[in-house]
């Protein structure tokens, strides 16, 4: 069994800075692409940032120059430092990696999720 945790959400003032983390744990073979979602309320959940197993990076248009995610592939980890937040960064952020557990089998997994609240 293959599981996600995130940590880091919380509240913070408009202009201020979270640091998410996320670290996968169990059966676990090999870690392609991980990434982090995030979905306020009413919406579509959508991509924030993804990083590849290489190190190659995806930034939502809305982030880019705020936020930078980062991967440690020893400790099978991924970050998400988010700086100059604002209000519309309010959501439940989810950790999603790419990965092969012991018995080859490749699956798409999430974490519980963390809650951002950008508010003064």
């Known amino acids: 069994q293959v599981q996600l945790v995130e940590s880091g959400g919380g509240l913070v003032q408009p202009g201020g800075s979270l640091r998410l983390s996320c670290v996968a744990s169990?059966?676990?073979?090999?870690?392609?692409?991980m990434g982090w979602y995030r979905q306020a309320s009413g919406e579509q959940r959508e991509l924030v940032a993804a990083?590849?197993?290489?190190?190659?990076?995806n930034y939502a248009d809305s982030v880019k120059g705020r936020f930078t995610i980062s991967r440690d592939n020893a400790k099978n980890t991924v970050s998400l430092q988010m700086n100059s937040l604002k209000p519309e960064d309010t959501a439940v952020y989810y950790c999603?990696?790419?990965?092969?557990?012991?018995?080859?089998?490749?699956?798409?997994?999430w974490g519980q999720g963390t809650q951002v609240t950008v508010s003064s």
């Open positions: 990083i590849t197993s290489g190190g190659s990076t």
């Open positions: 999603n990696a790419d990965i092969v557990d012991r018995a080859l089998r490749r699956r798409e997994h």
């Open positions: 169990g059966n676990i073979f090999s870690i392609g692409a």
